[in-house]
């Protein structure tokens, strides 16, 4: 059973930082790309940051300079560090783990999201 655990959303004032962190379990982790992708009020899921099984990273412009993803093989998990947060930034965020097969096949996981607010 595939498990994607994500933590450390909570209210945050404008300009603080926070560190989500996403374990994953029932995967052999270290062959998938992850992802973090978040879905504000009244909007559709975006892309936040995602970083390749070889360790390339790529972000959205709204987050780049701001956002640092990482992922520790080892503990099987994947982070995003969020600096100088805006009220735009106010979603649930959500981890993602993603391969694409050698027939290419696409298997996608999610967590259930962790709520991040970003408000004075």
């Known amino acids: 059973q595939v498990q994607l655990v994500e933590s450390g959303g909570g209210l945050v004032q404008p300009g603080g930082s926070l560190r989500l962190s996403c374990a994953a379990s029932?995967?052999?982790?270290?062959?998938?790309?992850m992802g973090w992708y978040r879905q504000g009020p009244g909007k559709q899921r975006e892309l936040v940051a995602t970083i390749t099984s070889g360790g390339s990273t790529n972000y959205a412009d709204s987050v780049k300079g701001r956002s640092t993803i990482s992922r520790d093989n080892a503990k099987n998990t994947v982070y995003l560090q969020m600096n100088s947060l805006k009220p735009e930034d106010t979603a649930v965020y959500y981890c993602n783990a993603g391969r694409t097969n050698a027939l290419g096949r696409r298997t996608d996981y999610w967590g259930q999201g962790t709520q991040v607010t970003v408000s004075a």
């Open positions: 029932g995967i052999v982790f270290k062959i998938y790309a």
